[in-house]
């Protein structure tokens, strides 16, 4: 993976959302954290051979101005407050899902992040009756058993920990989480063979269909809550989201 990223000279967390996880919540989250952070910055771009190429107008702006001051590529990176988002618009190239994680890994590695925030949502219509009853559509999950983000997250900010699935038809023996949540596992499989690395699981529960402004907002709060990264109190959406999330809003209102 090529980058005119240099490595970080302090330890900082690396958000990043798993690609093809239903939905899109992580990377929808990552665009509305960047663009509600008034410190937000790009600081690289990067390019993968395994990912396809894309231009587009900024997809984070809030304004048509802003908007067409800049682009936006493929892969991008970046610097929220005292974090790093790497971000992804465009699919991975057919059959090359696998190359494409490993690269991720080793480039994560050899920038140093010790954290890794995974990004990544499930099926909110396979949820047991535990997991309705809840209340709650966020989860976490931890590659270790004790660190001062865990107990953050338990004890200090009451999110519910990932419970474990029991889908034998769908998952193989051994996987944490399930087919719709993309290339969580192995990324999370990757990561977790460096045991420097903590890898903190955010995901959240989801329907395929629809755009997901919503639970995209609620998982971008989840993140601003957990690192401190001081984005505005009222959450707005990027210009580019407004027709989709107009059309959204509009269809469910004929139905309430």
């Not at 890994?105 to 047991?128: N, P, Y």
């Not at 063979?193 to 755009?211: I, M, N, Q, R, Y």
Request: glycine share 6%.
């Amino acid at each position: 993976m090529l980058s005119n990223f240099t490595k970080p000279t302090a330890s900082v967390p690396l958000i990043l959302s798993a690609p093809l996880s239903i939905g899109n919540v992580g990377a929808l989250s990552v665009d509305m954290l960047v663009a509600n952070s008034s410190g937000a910055k790009r600081v690289a771009v990067l390019q993968s051979a395994f990912v396809a190429p894309l231009v587009c107008a900024d997809a984070v702006a809030l304004d048509l101005h802003s908007q067409q001051q800049h682009i936006a590529c493929a892969l991008e990176l970046y610097q929220v407050d005292n974090a790093f988002c790497l971000q992804m618009r465009s699919p991975i190239r057919k059959g090359h899902a696998a190359k494409f994680t490993n690269e991720l890994i080793a480039w994560i590695k050899e920038m140093g992040f010790a954290q890794v925030i995974l990004l990544t949502s499930f099926d909110m219509f396979k949820r047991t009756d535990t997991q309705i009853q809840s209340g709650s559509l966020l989860r976490f999950f931890s590659s270790l058993e004790a660190s001062s983000t865990r107990t953050k997250c338990e004890q200090q900010l009451g999110w519910t920990p990932l419970e474990p699935f029991n889908r034998p038809e769908e998952m193989k023996e051994g996987d944490l989480f399930p087919p719709e949540s993309g290339l969580c596992q192995k990324i999370y499989d990757g990561l977790v063979k460096d045991p420097a690395v903590e890898c903190l699981v955010l995901s959240w529960f989801a329907p395929a269909d629809g755009f997901h402004f919503q639970h995209a907002t609620g998982m971008a709060r989840a993140l601003n809550e957990l690192l401190d990264l001081g984005a505005n109190e009222t959450w707005k959406l990027p210009y580019s989201w407004h027709e989709a999330a107009l059309s959204s809003m509009t269809a469910t209102s004929l139905y309430t």
